[in-house]
């Protein structure tokens, strides 16, 4: 089975956004890798001290094909270093696994099928 890690903003930290329904769309989209046969998992973070060891804690819990960085991380210039510091933690942590991108959380499915 094909195995995916997600990595993305924490919706909770997110001032102004309902993190509820940011936490039950990402619920939504790990279902939808379950109806593909594919194990998935989500590791959220926030930009300060805690970012790394969760990530590294995430990145080495399994032997992942492709972890998909969400657009939450990418897409907010303030977050740039979050962004490089995933990256890198991921070329050093998971080198095995692809790196995909995806546009909002919904089709983090497709950013991973594209690797797969």
Same mark, same amino acid.
């Given at each position: ?13 997110? +001032? ?8 039950? @769309?990402?619920?939504?989209?790990? @279902? ?7 194990? @998935? ?21 399994? +032997? ?29 942590h998971a080198p095995q696994? @692809? ?9 983090s499915l ?7």
């Open positions: 089975m094909s195995s995916v890690l997600v990595v993305g903003y924490d919706p909770q930290a997110i +001032p102004g956004l309902d993190g509820d329904a940011l936490r039950a @769309a990402l619920d939504a989209e790990l @279902a939808r890798f379950g109806h593909h046969r594919i194990d @998935a998992s989500v590791t959220v973070v926030v930009f300060d001290d805690s970012a790394e060891s969760t990530l590294v804690e995430s990145l080495t819990r399994h +032997p992942w094909d492709v972890v998909v960085v969400g657009g939450g991380i990418r897409k907010a210039e303030p977050l740039l270093p979050l962004f490089e510091q995933v990256v890198n933690l991921i070329r050093r696994a @692809a790196i995909a991108f995806n546009t909002s959380i919904g089709d497709e950013a991973a099928q594209r690797w797969l």
